[in-house]
């Protein structure tokens, strides 16, 4: 099987489509030992091919090595030794309890894997969100096709050689390009579509599962707001702004699905903040950030624009209280707050996904619930309170894919939480055994003995039965 640097013609997609059903048919990629090998493969191509993975990321994002290691090949490690670590436990089936009158009779529950899968990411974290669901697919016993973004083009073509020359190449499949090629994917017959991108391609991704029931698990982003209650310790303050200013900028420069994408305060607080935002994006980034390596870049000039587009509207560009300035060539925007742009504006009204901050103030905190109530629900909300009362109403009363308190973006690296949206950030989940679920089948089996049965269960009714 070749790599796909180019779209294949139909015919060929389609033969090579019909080989990996085959294959996957033959029972192969059920086995237990092909799952182990294929997620040592995974790791050995993540272990030695390190430098080529981050130099990659620096050419197509401009990520710092230490920020790419810490977000895509580190974690990317970690869940492949989780995954293999419960591989065998979660292939094993789970007994499930029956009601007493079930004599004689067993049951489990066991985990089958859907066939053959289809994966499309976005270029914002390129190997970490084509990775990450490859594991579970992989794990959970699965012939399985990868798109990842062309917006990303040097990772997609390391990650394109690397799977064709680490993994088993009947089984798992790169096809490298845009819509298009994406578009002609999703003509194709899947057992399961994984989509990481925006809503917009999520909705079209959707439409086109109808046609074969696929089912879909869609990872989209939306506006991810951080409510900042007034700490009163100075110790706590600095430790919040410091994971608000790594989680927003020191994060592929905002271009993350979970990024704060805005932030909640009260009035009488925010002058506060906001200074110690100030100082701390400068002790982090430097006074001049343009000057320095550290902050990722913007992906390209489609983006830069879009961004440029959200702060140029001259009632936003009133409300900057720090940075604003934009290096086009260099595909750099560095780190910029505003305070209360208007909520009619496009930056608070469209997924900023880049490194700019509106701080949006309130009377009360508390006001943070009807705001966010009246919004799209989140794939993510962060809340820095140690008031519990206000913990536990945001817990019950908003709706987002996650919660996170007193920091943001780690809740993504934990294996053994479901990572995922809900409402217009999407559905469905995956890491960890969620992964894996994702991608299996959830088979019911019962077994029943020949020897105990009961009488009334059989025709021909009569009302001596009814009445038992
Ligand atoms: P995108 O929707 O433009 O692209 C995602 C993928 O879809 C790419 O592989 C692209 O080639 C493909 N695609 C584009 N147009 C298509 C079409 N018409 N038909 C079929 N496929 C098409 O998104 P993006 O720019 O790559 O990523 C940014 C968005 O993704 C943001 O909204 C962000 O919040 C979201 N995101 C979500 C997560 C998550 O885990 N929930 C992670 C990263 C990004």
């Known amino acids: 099987m070749q790599i796909h640097n180019a779209m294949e013609t139909l015919r060929d997609l389609e033969r090579d489509l019909k080989n990996m059903r085959e294959y996957y048919e033959s029972g192969i990629t059920k086995e237990a030992s092909w799952r182990e090998s294929q997620l040592k493969r995974l790791r050995s191509f993540l272990l030695e091919k390190e430098e080529e993975i981050l130099n990659a990321l620096l050419q197509d994002l401009g990520k710092h090595h230490l920020e790419a290691f810490r977000d895509e090949v580190g974690t990317l490690i970690k869940s492949l030794n989780f995954a293999l670590n419960n591989l065998k436990q979660w292939m094993s089936g789970k007994k499930a309890k029956l009601p007493k009158i079930a004599l004689l009779t067993s049951a489990e529950i066991v985990a089958e894997p859907l066939g053959l899968v289809l994966i499309i990411s976005s270029w914002n974290f ?6 990450e669901p490859l594991i579970g697919a ?14 990303s083009p040097t990772c997609s073509a390391v990650l394109a050689s690397g799977l064709y020359n680490y993994l088993d190449k009947k089984a798992i499949k790169v096809i490298q390009g845009g819509p298009a090629e994406a578009e002609q994917l999703l003509h194709q017959r899947w057992d399961k579509i994984f989509f990481t ?17 696929t089912p879909v698990t869609l990872e989209l982003g939306g506006k991810c707001p951080a409510v900042v209650d007034s700490l009163s310790s100075s110790f706590d303050r600095e430790v919040a702004v410091k994971r608000i200013i790594v989680g927003k900028f020191g994060t592929c420069a905002g271009q993350a699905c979970i990024s704060i ?6 009035k009488r607080f925010a002058p506060v903040l906001v200074e110690l935002m100030k100082v701390w994006i400068k002790k982090m980034f430097g006074e001049n950030p343009r000057e320095l390596k550290t902050v990722a870049r913007i992906v390209n000039k489609q983006h830069l624009f879009r961004l440029k587009n959200l702060v140029a509207d001259p009632r936003v560009q009133e409300s900057v209280v720090y940075g604003g300035s934009i ?13 209360d742009p208007p ?37 993510a909300l962060y809340v820095f309170t140690k008031n519990q009362s206000l913990q536990r109403r945001m817990i019950s009363e908003t709706s987002s894919g996650s919660v996170t308190f007193n920091d943001a ?12 949206g809900v409402g217009e950030s999407g559905f469905g989940n995956y890491h960890g055994k969620f992964s894996f679920d994702t991608f299996s089948h959830e088979k019911t089996v019962v077994n029943r003995s020949f020897l105990t049965d009961f009488w009334f269960r059989f025709p021909p009714w009569n009302t001596h039965k009814y009445h038992l």
């Open 138 to 151: 992989i794990a959970a016993g699965n012939t399985a096709v990868l798109k990842p973004s062309e917006l």
């Open 327 to 339: 290096d086009e060539d260099n595909l750099f925007i560095e780190p910029t707050i505003m305070v």
């Open 261 to 266: 994408d805005y932030i909640l305060v009260e």
């Open 126 to 131: 390129p190997f970490g969100l084509s990775l």
């Open 197 to 213: 991108g925006s809503t917009r391609v999520g909705r079209i991704v959707m439409s086109s599962a109808v046609r074969y029931l």
């Open 343 to 379: 909520l009619d504006s496009a930056i608070m009204s469209e997924e900023i996904f880049g490194p700019l901050l509106p701080v949006i103030t309130l009377e009360k905190i508390e006001d943070s619930i009807k705001f966010i109530n009246s919004r799209p629900k989140p794939l």
């Open 409 to 420: 973006i780690v809740q993504y690296a934990a294996d053994t939480l479901p990572f995922g």
